[in-house]
């Protein structure tokens, strides 16, 4: 797939931006946060990579139970059997005349008896050409010169579901109709039939011209639907179970009206022109069962002068009403599709859990430095279905370090204790000495309940509060609003200057960055100028 990257651009991506990044990279930018300090610098913007958020994915043989139910692949599989042991075909491979009708009928297309409609022909050609190009059966001609069709040998695994196999096979086809809906857009209009060979001068130079302009359409129409396919793929990732399904018109306004501004009148223009060249291409795509999708109503169109109406309007529409413009839903098998297609094309495409497969110590160090990961759902895998005082025991330990990453490591520390509850006491109780991890296993023990905590001495106190202040730094990459709220609860008690001229001592390796940006963004500006100034003093003793 080709990098999906907005061609407008909008105060987000920067002014004078070649090009920005989709809404949902966006978005992920800002939930994963930036590493400012000890080396861990964020990239711009507009220079950063495509972030892919993680999904979840069902296992790979009701994925391959999926591709089976999707009835074009079915009906390719079922004529690959009907092959054996051999099938008369033309020198093209198509079905001879006489086998197309009981194809149809094989395939249920058409009624056991009585006339075939012609379509139902068609239907079957066209899947007798998906299982040729999928090589569920080979072509080959006999010493007589006759041409003939055989099973291939991926059919016997494929109608046994084996899921690799399986999976390949509709992959395959999946590409294979992607790229044939990319065609079938690109052709210009009152351009079908109307090739005539090649002259000489002039009529060469034009042949030319429309070869460029169909190949420069294909190129448009094949970008405008992997942007379409990617933003679905992200919409899915992040929407709530029942809430995946996009409207048409939402789809293509993401892929049109810059982030942040609202659509212009030139731009519902715009929005409906994408809506009607992607209609047709994921009509296409749902009948390998990558979507789920509902077309646009073609009555919308129809008009007493006869011209086009307008897709996209001003009005607000009810939910039914709004369903005619076309709603359009990425199903687990899409998702599958496009994150293949993203593996393949170099990117970075994870699985929730993918992180939750080694130690604690793996664990805690993969979320902190992936960018495109969950926390929180890679913490509730680790833990789900772990003994409570061991995992708690092993989680401690992993969170132990002043490295770079060691306060955010003690903060997902904290959130997988959360996770495996009251269960965990033991292992934490153990910890309550810790000089690193002492602070936050006492606020945790008291979170639960328990009153026979007892309080952190001075040092251990403020170690604590720029450990966790540092924590939220890392984790939100410098979130302004948020932090000045953080600020506004620091345990300063009348004494600014005496506070801070504690806290600059504490021998944390984010004291200075923490205390600059208290100094930075603190109302109190009496309060930020100590702030700042036990900065330098941390800085000068470093």
């Not at 993203?342 to 992180?355: F, I, N, S, T």
Request: net charge negative; aromatic share 4%.
């Amino acid at each position: 797939m080709a990098g999906r990257r907005r061609k407008n651009t909008g105060a987000s991506a920067g002014e004078g931006a070649a090009e920005a990044v989709l809404p949902a990279d966006l978005e992920l930018q800002d939930l994963y946060g930036a590493f400012a300090a000890h080396g861990l610098d964020d990239e711009d913007l507009d220079d950063a990579a495509v972030l892919v958020p993680p999904v979840k994915l069902p296992a790979e043989r009701e994925l391959a139970e999926q591709a089976k139910a999707v009835p074009m692949f079915g009906y390719a599989l079922a004529l690959a059997r009907w092959a054996a042991p051999h099938r008369e075909v033309d020198e093209f491979g198509d079905l001879v005349e006489a086998d197309r009708a009981p194809a149809a009928r094989l395939l249920g297309l058409a009624p056991a008896e009585g006339e075939v409609p012609e379509e139902a022909e068609v239907e079957a050609l066209r899947a007798w050409s998906l299982a040729c190009d999928l090589d569920l059966v080979e072509l080959g001609t006999t010493a007589d010169g006759e041409h003939v069709a055989v099973p291939g040998p991926d059919l016997e695994p494929a109608e046994q579901g084996d899921p690799e196999t399986v999976l390949e096979l509709w992959l395959t086809a999946a590409g294979i109709v992607r790229e044939l809906a990319v065609e079938a857009d690109s052709v210009p209009e009152g351009a079908e039939g109307s090739a005539e060979p090649a002259g000489d001068g002039a009529d060469e130079e034009e042949d030319e011209d429309g070869l460029s302009e169909v190949e420069e359409a294909r190129d448009e129409a094949a970008e405008l639907l992997d942007e379409a396919l990617q933003v679905l793929y992200e919409t899915t990732a992040f929407a709530e179970p029942g809430n995946e399904t996009v409207p048409l018109g939402v789809l293509a306004a993401l892929l049109v009206v810059p982030e942040g501004e609202e659509p212009s009148e030139e731009l519902l223009g715009d929005i409906t022109d994408v809506m009607v060249a992607l209609d047709p291409m994921l009509g296409d795509l749902a009948e390998l069962g990558l979507l789920d999708y509902r077309p646009i109503d073609p009555e919308l169109f129809d008009e007493e002068d006869g011209e086009e109406s307008a897709v996209v309007g001003e009005e607000p529409l009810d939910e039914e009403e709004s369903a005619r413009f076309g709603l359009v839903r990425l199903t687990p098998l899409g998702q599958y599709g496009i994150r293949q297609w993203l593996l393949e094309d170099g990117y970075d495409a994870p699985l929730v859990g993918d992180l939750a497969r080694g130690n604690a110590a793996e664990l805690l160090r993969g979320v902190c430095e992936s960018a495109n990961v969950l926390p929180e759902e890679e913490l509730r895998v680790w833990t789900a279905d772990r003994e409570p005082v061991a995992a708690a025991r092993e989680l401690l330990a992993a969170a132990r370090g002043t490295d770079g990453y060691g306060p955010l490591r003690r903060m997902l520390c904290v959130s997988a204790l959360n996770l495996l509850g009251p269960d965990a006491e033991p292992a934490v109780r153990e910890a309550m000495d810790d000089p690193e991890l002492g602070g936050a296993a006492r606020a945790w023990l008291a979170a639960q309940g328990a009153t026979d905590v007892p309080v952190p001495d001075r040092a251990m106190a403020l170690w604590t509060v720029v450990d966790t202040f540092a924590a939220q730094l890392l984790d939100n990459g410098g979130d302004a609003e948020l932090l000045r709220e953080l600020i506004t609860d620091l345990p300063v008690n009348g004494d600014p200057a005496g506070w801070f001229g504690e806290l600059w001592r504490v021998d944390h390796p984010y004291t200075a960055d923490v205390l600059e940006a208290i100094g930075e963004l603190h109302p109190d500006r009496a309060l930020a100028k100590e702030a700042r100034k036990a900065a330098f003093k941390a800085r000068s003793r470093s």
